[in-house]
Nanobody, 125 residues
Framework: QLQASGGGLVQAGGSLRLSCAAS????????MGWFRQAPGKEREFVAA????????YYADSVKGRYTISRDNTKNTVYLQMNSLKPEDTAVYYC????????????????????WGQGTLVTVSS
């Protein structure tokens, strides 16, 4: 089970940190990802992190503003979002896949079998 939290309303330029707590799985062996779905749009990749935390991947739209990290002792992955823009408004989902995902596989929704329920981030202008 994946439980995402930390969403909310923030002004443009502000920051939020999302958390995703995992249970019932061997989190330390999972590749973790964040995806988002804006109103009227398809769900898209945001960021991913390898099981060790040694490799990270970002969508171009968030690179330099977002940071994905994980704490395997707490079975939790984080998404620090800075310099938020109105176009970042979306429901953010965390996802997990056992084992290693590399390159484009780490950015593909189809690579992740387990999904959380989503948390809404709204950025006002």
């Amino acid at each position: 089970q994946l439980q995402a939290s930390g969403g909310g309303l923030v002004q443009a330029g502000g920051s939020l940190r999302l958390s995703c707590a995992a249970s019932g799985r061997t989190f330390s062996r999972d590749t973790m990802g964040w995806f988002r779905q804006a109103p009227g749009k398809e769900r898209e990749f945001v960021a991913a992190i390898s099981w060790s935390g040694g490799s990270t991947y970002y969508a171009d739209s968030v690179k330099g503003r977002y940071t994905i990290s994980r704490d395997n002792t707490k079975n939790t992955v984080y998404l620090q979002m800075n310099s938020l823009k109105p176009e970042d408004t979306a429901v953010y989902y965390c996802a997990a896949q056992s084992g290693s995902l590399w390159g484009l596989h780490a950015t593909a929704q189809a690579s992740f079998r387990s999904w959380g329920q989503g948390t809404l981030v709204t950025v006002s202008s």
